[in-house]
């Protein structure tokens, strides 16, 4: 008998949903410190990809950290942080 895990993309299939091409110009992308970016998670990249259930949620981009982007995101009543590449960012 087998047991159905419950791993980070789990239940995911039509909430990461993506149609189309990643451009190299999506990993290029800049934002300056304070901006308002929007989180959408691109299926097609696994690395520096949040929580699926932060998905379609805007943020404030706080810093970098390497590469990725420090973006502060108000999750009922708390303030999280999260480091997130920037082909997962949209600006707003």
Same mark, same amino acid.
């Given at each position: 008998?087998?047991? &159905? ?5 789990? +239940?995911?299939?039509? +909430?990461?949903?993506k149609r ?9 992308? @800049? ?8 989180? &959408?998670?691109?299926?097609?990249? $696994? ?14 981009? &706080?810093?970098? $950290? ?5 973006? @502060? ?18 600006? $707003?």
């Amino acid at each position: 008998m087998t047991t &159905k895990t419950h791993g980070y993309r789990c +239940k995911t299939r039509r +909430k990461l949903k993506k149609r189309g091409l990643t451009h190299v110009t999506d990993f290029m992308k @800049e934002f300056n410190v304070g901006d308002k970016v929007l989180i &959408k998670i691109d299926s097609s990249v $696994q690395t520096g990809h949040p929580h699926p259930r932060f998905n379609n949620r805007t943020g404030l981009v &706080k810093g970098m $950290q390497g590469n990725s982007y420090l973006v @502060e995101i108000m999750d009922i009543n708390k303030k999280k942080t999260m480091i997130v590449s920037p082909i997962h960012l949209k600006p $707003q």
